[in-house]
């Protein structure tokens, strides 16, 4: 599955019954959890939640982290170290209704039109 291939509007989340709130990515990182065998996993980590965690990525982490560069534009002509991306706007879905009492399901660009629900973004492999 490729980026492309699951981005979604605002219009497609409100059409779900989602809310959109706005956040902070405060760290992107990966971590090897030793209890599962060390599976590495890609994590998203924003002001009040974390949006994109806890996933196996063993088979697709190098797609999952291209795909979350395209996904908000970052980037350097000679490489960006995945420990310098900090403090990135970006915009948040939750469940029915929105806001903070519900699940995070998803999260997209503060300012482009672009979203990825987690489950979807956790199935990248090209």
Known sequence: MKLDD????????IHDNHG????????????????FSNCPTFEITCSD????????????????IRAFYQLFDIGEEDGLRINKIKNIPCRLIFEKDGGWGGRCIGFGHFMKNKFVYSEDFAKIDE
């Open 20 to 35: 959109i709130e706005n956040n902070i990515i405060e760290e992107v990182d990966v971590n090897v959890i030793a209890h």
């Open 49 to 64: 939640v974390t949006p994109f965690s806890g996933y196996n990525n063993i088979r697709n982490l190098g797609f999952l």
């Open 6 to 13: 699951i981005i979604k509007t605002q219009s497609d989340i």
